[in-house]
């Protein structure tokens, strides 16, 4: 009979025995965001090797949190929550509100990825009234090296897609930014009209969709819940009411 790895019986333990391993909570983020193809998953986890993302796709079929099938349509493969793999989405959900509540921002500020921040916006991005049948928006990141700079973001009523080479439609709207703005509008850590108001992004294009971008745009789940404060900060906070 396989030992277990830690040696107990507690529900916590068992359960780390499946989930524990380092990305797997992220690849299972990714496929209840909706990403069912390799690639698409891949692309919300952009360090990780294809290897080592192949390597834990299988452990959680084994375990029967996911369900391989192939797509009648294309005939590419899928991976699929099961009922067990759905049951997860409150405890994902309650870390992601547990880091934006208690975790110290700044320590990511400096590795910020560009390219899954922009995934991320195509997770939250929606098509509005008014679009007309196609909305294309181009980002453009001044800090970034030139490969990276830009992307495409293209909304239709049925389907969004996220373009990192021109897909040679014509753009409705232009946001010019960098990284650790758009991150922090993103994640509800600064209002937008501060970013706005200060230079530090720009959006440019019809007044019905940059007068409120982020109808569209969408932010992360977890934008509406404040960052507990440091000891150090509520310290700062009584001296200057104390002054």
Known sequence: MKKTL??????????????????TLLIIRELLSG?????????????????LLSERLKSLEAAKLI???????????????SEAGRALLPVISSVGKWGQEWVN???????????????????SASWIEGMGPRMVTRFEFKDEVEKKRLHWLVIEENDIDLCYVNPGLEVDTWIETDLRSLVEVWMGWRPLKDALSAGDIAIYGSPNL??????????SPVAGISQRPS?????????????
Request: hydrophobic content about 35%; some cysteine.
């Open 210 to 219: 940059t007068q409120d971008p982020l109808r569209w745009i969408g932010q």
């Open 231 to 243: 000891e150090e900060q509520v310290s700062v906070m009584i001296e200057k009411v104390r002054a």
């Open 35 to 51: 990403s069912r193809r390799f690639n698409d998953i891949h692309r919300g986890v952009p360090i990780m090797s294809r290897s």
């Open 6 to 23: 830690y040696g107990q019986s507690c529900p916590i333990a068992l359960s780390l025995e499946i989930l524990g391993g380092r990305w």
């Open 105 to 123: 921002k700044s320590v990511v500020m400096d590795e910020v990825d560009g390219g899954y921040l922009m995934w991320s916006i195509r997770n």
């Open 67 to 81: 369900e391989r099938s192939h797509s009648a349509r294309t005939g590419h493969a899928e991976y699929i929550l």
